[in-house]
């Protein structure tokens, strides 16, 4: 299955000697990430594919992150996954299987893309059983996207991890928690932006405080950390903290007036403008 990746690609650093695979572009700018291009992290070995994939239509809420496709490696797949990772406009699918004779939870996972002979579509294995059993009370209406593609190696066969999207519920207050040192703060600053989104949904504030707070430290070049971090600790009561993350919003922003985005200066007004409000609070708190 692998000599098929030898056929007009570049050469990547990971492959073994003679062996030649698609390289994506290193992108490290978020913002200069397009939807659905091909890239790498710096870090990111040359097998490694990302993608930002808009949600799927009517599902904005995002149900599970990172997920690995299982089964990839199956003789009655591989053939399709191969030819997913090769093509463009990728899109996935969700389908369950009550009848399933393994596992009546069970979803499959279907992928739809375009190469030289046209639109395909084919299964490229399934959802984790224990994600499947976690999502076998969830009211119809899934979907997924490509989050991550590994293309295969000498050493190591194809891998594809996904999120799973599901309709926007109600909105439910969720009791804080402690902070859990076992949660992972991602390397990539988009990735930290849906984590800590995703943990202060779990309750997990103070571990949505370290992904939103490595974001700023980094000078992410969005709004969204540095709203969210002023809220979290105006909610607090925290108003010395929020005053130095709007300080730091202000001194990026600042640094963005060149840039043609539109954007810039309306979020710097409404940043400045906070910053008198939180640096008033911090004055009366002090007092």
């Given at each position: ?9 570049r050469?990547?650093?990971?492959g ?13 700018d978020?913002?200069?990430?397009g939807l659905d ?25 995002k149900l ?16 399709a996954?191969e ?5 463009r406009k ?13 596992d ?5 996972v ?7 002979g046209g ?12 994600v499947?059993?976690?999502l ?10 490509v ?6 190696r000498?050493d ?6 996904i ?5 926007r ?13 076992g949660i ?5 600053p ?19 405080i370290v ?14 950390p540095?709203?969210r971090?002023?809220?979290l ?12 993350v ?7 922003f ?5 840039s ?8 710097l ?5 906070r ?6 609070l ?6």
């Amino acid at each position: 299955m692998l000599r098929r990746w030898a056929r007009g690609k570049r050469t990547g650093a990971s492959g073994a000697a003679g062996l030649n695979v698609p390289v994506a572009p290193v992108i490290a700018d978020p913002t200069a990430r397009g939807l659905d291009q091909e890239f790498r992290l710096p870090d990111d070995e040359d097998h490694v594919v990302r993608l930002n994939q808009s949600p799927p239509t009517g599902l904005a809420r995002k149900l599970h992150g990172f997920v690995p496709v299982a089964g990839t490696t199956h003789p009655a797949v591989a053939p399709a996954v191969e030819a997913f990772l090769d093509g463009r406009k990728r899109r996935l699918t969700l389908e369950r299987e009550p009848t399933n004779p393994v596992d009546p939870n069970a979803i499959a996972v279907f992928g739809e893309w375009i190469s030289a002979g046209g639109t395909a579509r084919g299964r490229l294995g399934y959802l984790p059983a224990e994600v499947a059993a976690a999502l076998a009370d969830h009211p119809d209406g899934l979907g997924a996207t490509v989050e991550v593609l590994y293309r295969p190696r000498c050493d190591k066969g194809p891998g594809i991890r996904i999120d799973i999207w599901g309709p926007r519920g109600k909105a439910r207050k969720v009791a804080e928690r402690a902070a859990d040192p076992g949660i992972d703060v991602p390397r990539d600053p988009v990735a930290r932006n849906l984590r800590g989104k995703e943990l202060e949904a779990e309750g997990y504030v103070d571990n949505a405080i370290v992904c939103y707070e490595a974001n700023v430290r980094d000078g992410f070049v969005g709004n969204f950390p540095f709203d969210r971090l002023a809220v979290l600790y105006r909610r607090r009561k925290e108003y010395g903290r929020e005053v130095a993350v709007l300080e730091r919003a202000v001194e990026v922003f600042n640094g963005l007036r060149s840039s043609p985005r539109a954007d810039v200066l309306p979020k710097l007004q409404a940043f400045e403008a906070r910053l008198r409000k939180a640096r008033e609070l911090a004055r009366g708190d002090r007092s």
